[in-house]
């Protein structure tokens, strides 16, 4: 939810979360966000809403279940999640990804495939 404030010069546009934070409390440190300590947007009371870094907010939605790639229960091929076939890795950034075997066992199967030809053609 949006609110349109008019500061004298430009029209801006803070979320309500943002504008009751600001309200009870206080400015957001440098290099911060207001978040949903229980996930729901909606709820905007000053009890429910603390400030934090984005890395903080990320993790409290994968938490809450409302992060869009926490809640994915099959790959982009069709495989489902399940705990047999997932591989869990940690990215550069230190987050926690998660991979679906089946897609790597198949990706492996045509690398192998693809250079045992090119070692075919080459000495030939």
Known sequence: MRTSLW???RMVRPRV??????AFLGPAPLG???RHKDGKRS???????EHGTSSENSLD????????MSRKTHCK??????PENTSRFELATGSIARRCKQCQNETAKRYRARKTENRKVRAA
């Open 7 to 9: 500061n004298g010069r």
């Open 17 to 22: 979360h943002q504008l009751v934070a600001a």
């Open 32 to 34: 911060t966000e207001v």
């Open 43 to 49: 709820n905007n009371t000053p009890a429910n809403l």
């Open 61 to 68: 939605a994968v938490r809450h279940g409302t992060h869009n």
């Open 77 to 82: 091929r069709g495989h489902e999640f399940t």
